[in-house]
């Protein structure tokens, strides 16, 4: 089992609609979560961080994180064609270096 | 602030040879990782270098080597080339701060194709 499971998709929506990216992890050590967003041909770029549990906003992007079942979520409200790309979740536990998931790809057609 | 820049973005080697990738971190960063993409595999961690010494390596073969030099900016090295090392690799930056954790920020990407 790896550290950190995320499913690749891809996940399909209409503009507009509300999407839930989720991820599961098995290390309770995990402290510090992050999620990143990559498009086509560019290197990840960081969208939220979060500490322990609970919710973080961020306009259209709330992060969640329950440590209690070990299961973090991106929600993105509203969503555009322009959110068209690969999600990453990362996380680790203080140390310098994250262990990340696989990516979810997100398509939002018009 | 700039960000992260890797050169060059894209190359195209052969087999056995060797190439060098170049990076230069977010002004301030004393961190620099670099990971290697596939679709495989995803996001796979290389190793860390932190004021010009390596403080943390993944499971890469010795192939994969690399260098911070005293202005933060790192080179990574890949010798006798394979055809499975095809990848994007990725370098990150971040301010290295201990006892927390350092987000990382990271650059566009190498994209290393060999034939």
């Known amino acids: 089992q790896k550290e950190v499971e995320q499913d690749p998709g891809p996940l399909s929506v209409p503009e507009g609609a509300i999407v839930s990216l989720n991820c599961t992890y098995s290390?309770?050590?995990?402290?510090?979560f992050m999620w990143y967003r990559q498009y086509s041909r560019k290197g990840p770029e960081l969208l939220m961080y979060?500490?322990?549990?609970g919710n973080k906003e961020d306009g259209r992007f709330t992060a969640q994180v329950d440590k209690s079942s070990k299961y973090i979520s991106l929600f993105i409200r509203d969503s555009q064609p322009s959110d068209s790309a690969t999600y990453l979740c990362a996380m680790n536990a203080g140390s310098y270096i994250p262990t990340f998931g696989r990516g979810t790809s997100l398509i939002v057609h018009p | 602030k700039a960000g992260v820049t890797q050169t060059p973005r894209y190359l195209i080697k052969t087999r056995g040879q060797q190439v060098t990738l170049s990076c230069s971190p977010i002004?301030?960063?004393?961190?620099v990782s670099w990971y290697q993409q596939t679709p495989g595999q995803g996001l796979q961690f290389l190793f860390e270098y932190f004021s010009e010494t390596q403080r943390n390596k993944g499971n890469f073969p010795g192939r994969f080597s690399g260098r911070q030099f005293s202005n933060s900016r790192s080179e990574m090295n890949v010798s006798t080339l394979e055809l499975g090392d095809s990848a994007l690799y990725l370098c990150?930056?971040?301010?290295?701060?201990?006892?927390?954790?350092?987000?990382?920020?990271f650059g566009p990407g190498t994209r290393l194709t060999v034939l």
């Open positions: 290390n309770s050590a995990f402290q510090y």
């Open positions: 990150a930056s971040s301010p290295g701060t201990v006892g927390e954790a350092d987000t990382q920020y």
């Open positions: 979060t500490y322990s549990s």
């Open positions: 002004s301030g960063h004393r961190s």
